[in-house]
């Protein structure tokens, strides 16, 4: 049995926060604050470009990937580790649209995906010509899928909504098309249990720095099916995906499997901050993971609703009502959604917006308990009721959000 009371002991939690927002960034693992004081001193510090060999720097990217594997149903071997994700989207997308059928025109994607993936391929599609990036809306991909598609690349969770996708039914239709499949993580790796090799998915790509707890701008990664790594082209051909970066050849041989997808020199302070945060997740079931995560989401709507009947407070779930239709977030609709959420953060209560008037609430069973679910969900109505967001120190937008 996973215990949920051991690894919130293994996080900073601040005093008096109630942390929902672990869907955009994780907390400190306390064990990334031990790693990275020791690669600075002990690696960097002591044995400087030696550390590269006598510390297995180079073999980082890929031990992690591993780490992260198992968390979303690959093999060894299949996933490697760094840049950024947006990145990650590019190099999977192209290497996906060389191996589909050359006839083909078409990317689908849907109006639920992350704006940088449709970006990414707004640019890669300009760049390569004679194609085009359909968007549908999300409840249309399915019909969507037919022979002029190319490649189907998709979120499995949204990131408003938290609306997840049934990525063995769409990566099985996408395959009887012979369209080929990438899919985004940047939701679902460490949210909900994935099975990448079971869903026959071809790509994957994800952001570490969300439920993996790696920290601000940490190492993304990128799957990509045993099938396809001896053959896909790494498109993004950076030195350390060649087969021998030493050799220092003048032409660019891939390296033979998912090594081929590195691109230039590790980001070894991250990746070991993001090795030490993955620490967390030994002995973490994902099946008693996914239980916890509902059993957490439901109390919220269930809580929030019971407080804010939606005619009275103006709150609406945007989420589906089904747990098992949506990933480790709920959101509700608002529309003063900004305020409110400014207001139950100086109440303690940590969530985010997504314009226009979403509020967004993560939940993360490794460090969140049902207590601290139900005081939010009584803050959020208190906050509400007594229209504490109507205060001016609450309406003016930060850059971020
Ligand atoms: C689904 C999805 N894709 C891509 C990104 C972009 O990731 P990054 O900023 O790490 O490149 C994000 C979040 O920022 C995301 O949520
Ligand atoms: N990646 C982010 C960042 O660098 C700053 C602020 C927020 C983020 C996010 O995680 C955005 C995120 N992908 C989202 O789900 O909205």
């Known amino acids: 049995m996973t215990d949920f009371a051991a690894t919130r002991a293994l996080f900073h939690l601040p005093e008096g926060v109630i942390y929902l927002d ?57 996933v490697v580790t760094g840049d950024t994700l947006s990145i990650k989207v590019f190099q999977a997308l192209a290497a996906a649209l060389a191996l589909a059928p050359p006839d083909r025109r ?39 899928i037919n022979e002029s598609v190319a490649v189907t690349m998709l979120t499995e969770v949204d990131y408003r909504t938290g609306r997840l996708h049934d990525m063995a039914a769409l990566t099985a239709r996408a395959h009887a098309a012979g369209a080929i499949t990438v899919w985004d993580l940047a939701h ?23 439920y993996l707890n790696g920290g601000p701008g940490s190492p993304a990664f990128i ?7 001896g053959v896909a082209q790494p498109i993004l051909s950076g030195w350390l995906g060649h087969a021998e970066p030493f050799a220092f050849e003048r032409g660019y041989r891939p390296a033979p499997g998912i090594e081929r997808m590195r691109v230039g020199t590790p980001p070894i302070v991250a990746l070991s901050i993001l090795d030490a945060a993955l620490d967390a997740w030994d002995g973490v079931d994902m099946g008693e993971l996914r239980a916890a995560s509902i059993r957490l989401t439901e109390t919220f709507i269930r809580e929030v609703e019971r407080r804010c009947p939606t005619d009275d407070c103006g709150l609406a779930l945007a989420s589906p009502r089904d747990p ?22 100086a109440r303690g209560v940590i ?51």
């Open 324 to 345: 098992h239709a949506r990933g480790s977030q709920v959101s509700f609709r608002h529309d003063h959604a900004y305020p409110v959420m400014q207001a139950l953060i």
């Open 22 to 78: 672990g869907n955009s960034l994780g907390p400190l693992p306390l064990a990334a604050q031990t790693r990275v004081g020791q690669v600075l001193r002990e690696q960097w510090g002591d044995q400087l470009i030696r550390a590269w060999n006598d510390s297995d720097w180079m073999a980082l990217p890929a031990r992690v990937g591993d780490r992260i594997a198992r968390l979303v149903g690959a093999p060894p071997a299949s």
């Open 188 to 210: 679902s790796a460490g949210a909900i249990p994935v099975h990448l090799e079971q869903a026959d998915a071809d790509f994957a790509v994800g952001c570490t720095y969300k």
């Open 106 to 144: 078409v990317v689908l994607s849907d109006s639920g995906n992350f704006p940088s993936d449709l970006y990414i391929a707004d640019g890669l599609l300009t760049a390569l010509g004679g194609r085009e990036l359909k968007v549908v809306a999300p409840e249309e991909v399915a019909d969507a």
């Open 223 to 229: 799957y990509v099916a045993p099938r396809h790594a």
């Open 351 to 401: 969530g985010d917006v997504r314009a226009p008037d979403i509020l967004r609430f993560g939940f993360t069973p490794l460090y969140l308990s049902e207590a601290e679910v139900v005081q939010s969900a009584t803050i959020l109505a208190d906050v509400i009721d007594t229209r504490a967001y109507e205060a001016p120190e609450y309406q003016h937008r930060a850059a971020v959000t």
